[in-house]
């Protein structure tokens, strides 16, 4: 079961830096959502500047965790995240939603992603849905909320990993990573 409530629960992440390739780019598309937003308030983004503004906040925490010097012992890293910046992941989730399928009140969140990333420079491939997708991903790790990721994450933080609770855990987490499509 996921539940972006708990978010402020330490996170499991896998360790492997490339199921978050995508994030850098996903939060540059909110940075520009929000410097949009914020340029013309009145707008049809869908939601509110500092939505945007705290979601990319989110992805900033996930590049610096998954980024981190110190190469993890275990497949697993750990992030606390603040459920507000969960829960505005999600509403910027559900405005890039709404601007894909061209809702009335996000037609303004669509030309500005259309205008981002039309020419491909920036971002070589990354559409509006292509962004969606990914934020989807990114989300399907962050909302995993099984007790074994809570088990894993307090084995990380005690020193324990290598008990068979722990293990176990591990493997359960990381059968969910995977049934998301993620690989860790």
Known sequence: MTSSFH????????????WADTVPP????????AAAAYRRPRAAFAAPALTFDTAADALDAVVETVDA???PDTA???????AFRIAALHEARDALHRAVGRADDAGDLLGNLELLLDDGILFPGLT??????DL???????DLDLPAARMLATAHLTKQTDTPAARTALAQITAAWHAAG???
Do not use: F
Request: charged fraction near 25%; aromatic fraction near 0%; hydrophobic fraction near 55%.
């Open 76 to 82: 697993v890293r750990l992030l606390v995240l603040p």
């Open 128 to 133: 509006p849905a292509r962004a969606l997708a």
């Open 182 to 184: 993620i690989t860790g």
């Open 7 to 18: 978010a402020d629960l330490p996170l499991a992440l896998p360790a492997d830096p490339a």
């Open 69 to 71: 010097e110190d190469p």
């Open 136 to 142: 989807d991903r990114v989300l399907a790790v962050l």
């Open 26 to 33: 996903l939060r540059e598309v909110l940075r520009s959502a």
